[in-house]
């Protein structure tokens, strides 16, 4: 993934931006849905935790292992609600 810390929130920004995007396009098209809403402030939630993850990083001792876990969950988060969207 990224090479720093500032690189690396704005992939996740991106990411979800895209996801989110993604879910408001649904939403315009098939109009309001209240699971779709949920949908929504699940990966606003989700993001803010990643981010302050991010920002945690601080008090970690094992940097390496704790930037390598942190990319592995992510990369399980955006797939999980990548599946959340096209099963809807």
Request: charged share 40%; proline share 0%.
């Amino acid at each position: 993934m990224a090479t720093s810390i500032r690189d690396l929130k704005k992939e996740v920004k991106y990411a979800f931006e895209e996801l989110i995007q993604e879910a408001l396009m649904l939403q315009l098209a098939e109009g309001e849905d209240k699971e779709r809403h949920a949908l929504i402030n699940e990966m606003v939630e989700a993001y803010e935790g990643i981010i302050k993850k991010i920002n945690a990083h601080r008090q970690t001792k094992d940097k390496k292992a704790y930037f390598k876990e942190l990319n592995r969950e992510i990369a399980e988060t955006l797939a999980k609600y990548r599946e959340k969207l096209v099963a809807e």
